[in-house]
């Protein structure tokens, strides 16, 4: 079987709703090429992070594929309870939340690195054995897809992969649980614009 899994298109600004913005309107553009590069792969099922920027980049896929897109709680960013704050803008800034990101330090967030990728771990590894020999389009984030990986490759740093908007990560498992990494961060469909 093959895990999918695709980082949100960019966010766009939500005073309203701050902790979970929607996509911009580049976002949406991003989600529509992510969808139209992954219809043909024969892909079964759709899961999404209950994020509104997550659930809106799984959406295009779902339609072309005429699925309903299963939410899924530990696909969840470590941030989805506070204010939501563009990584690239934290890192831009020196802020002292980005130097904790970095370093693994979830504490402003009510968690801790390792709760966290045993959480996602967790709810990753649910999808593939509710799904063995099929392919499985998972949409999450960029902090969910490097602990899934981490936890799985048993490296220790949190954030060890810099994954642009939408883009993907491939992971296979084999009839006898083997997993292999066959992608990360793939971005051959971004072409005509350019991720954030």
């Known amino acids: 079987m093959q895990i999918i899994l695709v980082r949100h298109g960019e966010p766009g600004a939500s005073p309203d709703a701050p902790e979970d913005p929607p996509l911009s309107e580049l976002g949406r553009v991003q989600a529509a090429a992510v969808g139209d590069w992954l219809r043909h792969e024969a892909i079964t099922a759709v899961y999404s992070s209950p994020s509104r920027r997550a659930r809106q980049t799984?959406?295009?896929?779902a339609?072309?594929?005429?699925v309903a897109p299963v939410v899924v709680e530990g696909l969840a960013e470590f941030v989805h309870a506070h204010e939501y704050r563009r990584v690239e803008d934290l890192r831009r800034a020196?802020?002292?939340?980005?130097?904790?990101m970095a370093t693994g330090d979830l504490s402003p967030f009510g968690t801790d690195a390792p709760t966290f990728r045993s959480t996602v771990f967790d709810a990753v590894e649910a999808i593939a054995a509710a799904h063995p020999g099929e392919n499985v389009a998972v949409f999450s984030h960029a902090g969910t897809i490097n602990a899934y990986l981490g936890e799985m490759l048993d490296i220790e740093r949190l954030l060890w992969a810099e994954l642009a908007y939408c883009s993907v990560t491939r992971v296979a498992i084999s009839r006898n649980g083997v997993r292999s990494v066959l992608a990360v961060n793939e971005q051959a469909h971004a072409r005509g614009f350019r991720p954030g």
């Open 58 to 61: 799984a959406d295009p896929l």
């Open 63 to 66: 339609r072309m594929l005429d």
């Open 94 to 100: 020196s802020d002292p939340l980005w130097a904790k």
